[in-house]
């Protein structure tokens, strides 16, 4: 494989001497016919109708949770970079997210190089009052501070992992500090976790507080009963009848230098509206990798928990969507019911693909008997995914799980794998919100769009804009009728393949390669100096996304493909010529201080301008150049000859090993070199 081609029929593989770029040759590849189509291991995504982004926010704002209030007003929270420094925000948003009703920046200590803040949890009251739990850093000491619209003064904690509301808008805290002492009557466990249930009514004032329980996520029932998920090395100690009373033994799929990395065991607790008894405690563990990801609570006082686990011996139920462990030997997500006395499992299952998958969030949605799960997904077989490549992916995703864990109604990927823990809320009419570095509304019920993901066909980092030149992949369903590679005539590539035709702001596009479900073209220069860029596909599907001027690529390729396995399994290096011309690798490593040619594209309108889709005939300088501070020292950037426009080749001197990252490239320099 090579820049991410996959071994398929369609793509018109070769084993061959190659004359690559027009001057330098690769032996003993696989390569596509055409080797100036590189193809990225990991896709862009670009978004169907059914996902909308919300541009409300200002500027430099980074969504990571987003909740929804009675009134339908969603209510997001993450990290605000202006000119004096970082800080964090909440802000409300209209049901139908057309109005921005307030932005409150509340970290304001943040601000300056000695305070370092991590946004925790957001908690979203029934009168629409909300409270954040922001982590403060400084090289002295760190403490979590509750923040609300009214300052009002609460206590602080040295970290807070969740917190929830009950219908009497009293606040529920739980996290981890040894210093929280249990009230007095209320419950005081033993095993020195140290973590926290704290109950404080709207003002601050601790109602009651209890140690050695809790620690990860909190959830709050009808009459006031508090349900917490935990995964730790402490354990817990079960109720008599408790459905799983001791931890099994350990299966763990994921083995670090310092032994298997499965080692906290997942616990439910279920806590009375006073605090001073259990209603239950039980294990709920494969005997060890769980790491849950958010808890629930319905109506009928099931306790819904969801997370992700990397061992094959989860517990789960006959009859549920996926009770066989599929990710071998990755991770998978997991969803699991509990019965209101905790005593047996109304259903658990595993829900994940082939490849390494993960649940960040979950949202119970009780109108519509659903379980809303979130996450991160490297499989194209995750239950519910219709029509999305192995290209397209890793991605966040959104399901719908029904609540008896036996179906799941619909997938949608949401964006590529740039967001940290997705966060799901449920909204009005059926609409979906999701925060993970951006903010979206979603409609899980829309059907898929033909185009599933753009790609950058240079680098394997996901992009969400294009660039004037570039050379960019779309993936899809149903984009042309024919495959085939397309061939320069009279010096250009043509703008029409055999069966497609594309567009970006009316202007055409060439074509290097098409089949239904792969288009590789090149952005038009001619677009330079728009905003945004409108990728049309002629009677098939269109896209719009923002147009930047420049955001050059370095060209990589399969690691395998260059011989640099088992270390490098899976993951891309550069594709880089060493000073002989020969290829750059695990088994033809450069020596210390010679030249090596990599190669990039992105770069925008450069000077003299290039002609879109024209061949390269002569090695115009590259102006203006990239920045290289050292190490390492660029040689030289010029024109590929023999390539389509767009493409440059940069001799650089690099002094010893190591990983480089340039200025205004993205993707780092990643070769081989030995002393």
Known sequence: MVGGWESRSELSYITLQLRYFGGHTITGMMCPRNPLVLLSLLAAPVFGATVQF????????????????????????????????????????????????????????????????NFESLAVGPSGSWFSATLYTSPTESNSAILGPNSEPFPAYSSISDMAFDSQGNLYVTGYDPNVVSTLGSLSGTNQSNSFIVKLNGQGRVIYAIHNYGGSHIAVDDKGDVFTVAADPYGQTPTQGAYQTSIPPELCNVVTMNGPACNNSQYVTGINAT????????????????????IAVDSAGNVYVAGTTASPNYPTTPGSLEPEFQAQPQGAGYVSALNPTGTALVFSTYFGGSDHDSI?????????????????????????????????????????????????????????????????????????????NYLAQMNLDAQDAPIACLADSAGVSVTSTVTPGQLLTIYGNGLSADTSTSQPSNGFYPTSGTNASVTVNGIPAPILFESPHQLNVQVPFEVAGQSTATIQIANVDSRAVPLTASAASIF??????????????????????????????CANPAKAGSTITIFADGFGVTSPSQATGAVVTSATPLNPQPIFPPPPTLVSATALVGSISGVYELQIQ????????????????QVQIVQ
């Not at 209603?279 to 709920?284: A, G, K, Q, R």
């Not at 995750?382 to 036996?406: E, H, K, W």
């Not at 990589?556 to 011309?581: F, H, I, K, M, R």
Request: charged share 10%.
């Open 54 to 117: 919300s541009n409300l926010l200002p500027v430099g704002t980074t969504p990571t949770q987003v909740k929804t209030a009675a009134s339908g007003n969603v209510y997001v929270g993450g990290y605000y970079s202006e000119f004096s420094g970082p800080a964090i925000f909440v802000a409300e948003i209209s049901p139908d997210g057309s109005k921005l009703i307030f932005f409150s920046q509340i970290g304001v200590d943040c601000v300056g190089s000695m305070t370092r803040c």
């Open 275 to 294: 605090g001073t008894a259990l209603l239950f405690s039980t294990y709920l563990t494969s005997g060890g990798g769980e790491t849950p990801a958010g």
């Open 360 to 436: 960040t969030g979950m949202s119970l949605d009780e109108t519509n008997n659903l379980i809303y799960l979130t996450g991160n997904a490297a499989s194209p077989d995750l239950p519910g995914i219709f029509g999305i490549y192995r290209n397209c992916v890793p991605q966040s995703f959104v399901s719908a799980l029904t609540t008896d864990g036996t179906a799941v109604t619909r997938t949608q990927t949401v964006s590529p794998l740039n967001g940290y823990n997705p966060s799901v809320a449920v909204g009005s009419h059926d609409t979906l919100w999701v925060a993970a």
């Open 556 to 585: 990589e390729v399969a690691a395998e493909s260059v011989g640099c396995t088992p270390a490098y399994l899976g993951q891309t290096v550069t594709l880089a010529l060493n000073q002989d011309g020969t290829v750059n690798g």
């Open 654 to 669: 690099l002094p010893g090993p190591g990983t480089y990252q340039q200025v205004g490239l993205q993707g780092n320099i």
